[in-house]
């Protein structure tokens, strides 16, 4: 009988995928990734079920994987880590915990501190892809958070909020495609974030300096 692995891919360079992740996706005979992992990974001629393209609902994917899990060898591969706002929640759903084996991985927030060179102990760490949750409340708590952002809730919605609350001192960055060829990172001023466009995956990390 074989565990459902779930593998946290890291920011999407495999130079910041661990081994233990490689190892992992090596082992499957069936891969769940998004089509970007695919940039990422060495699938071979193994089959693959893609997350989120539309062309499967993500409901019928996960009951497949329930009947399947026990008998196929499956590797559900997630971006940054799988502890961090990821797929795994759901999984848990479909599939008891103790017949999941999770792979963890670097966060693109955790990558994103790094690259700043900030710690990241202190720091906030919450989620807008897709969801609310209090940013001010949480920047009260330490004065720095990072942000998983999307379309809507990117650094021009975040620039609003903090200025709406008085926060406009505060420095904001914006981390995109991160650790891919196509990285950019921008340090702007709450009033410049107001107006600044991302161009595609990214996060944001709120800090004072
Ligand atoms: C579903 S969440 C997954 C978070 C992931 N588990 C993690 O630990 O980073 C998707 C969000 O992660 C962020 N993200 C993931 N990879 C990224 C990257 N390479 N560059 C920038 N943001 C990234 C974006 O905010 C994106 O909207």
Known sequence: MYPLKVVSLGPGNPDYMLPA??????????????KRHLESIAVGNREVILIGSGQRPLAEIMAWVKSAYK???IAMVVSGDCGFY???SYARRFVPPEAIEAVPGVSSLQYFFAKL??????????????????????????????????????????????????????????????SYPEER?????????????EDGLSVVIVADE
Not at 21 to 34: E, F, N, P, Y
Not at 151 to 156: D, I, P, T
Not at 185 to 197: G, M, N, R, W
Request: with cysteine.
């Open 71 to 73: 008998t196929r060898r």
């Open 86 to 88: 990821s797929l795994l």
């Open 185 to 197: 990172i921008t340090k702007l001023s709450v009033e410049d974030a107001l107006t600044f466009q």
């Open 21 to 34: 992740a490689t190892k992992a996706i090596a082992w499957a005979d069936v891969i769940l990734c998004g």
């Open 117 to 178: 060179g900030m710690p990241w102990q202190d720091a906030q760490l919450m989620s807008l892809h897709g969801r609310q949750q209090d940013l001010i409340a949480r920047l009260s708590l330490t004065g720095t958070v990072g942000v998983l952002t999307d379309g809507e809730h990117n650094a021009a919605y975040i620039a609003a909020l903090l200025k709406a609350h008085g926060y406009d001192d505060k420095w904001i960055y914006v981390g995109e495609e991160l």
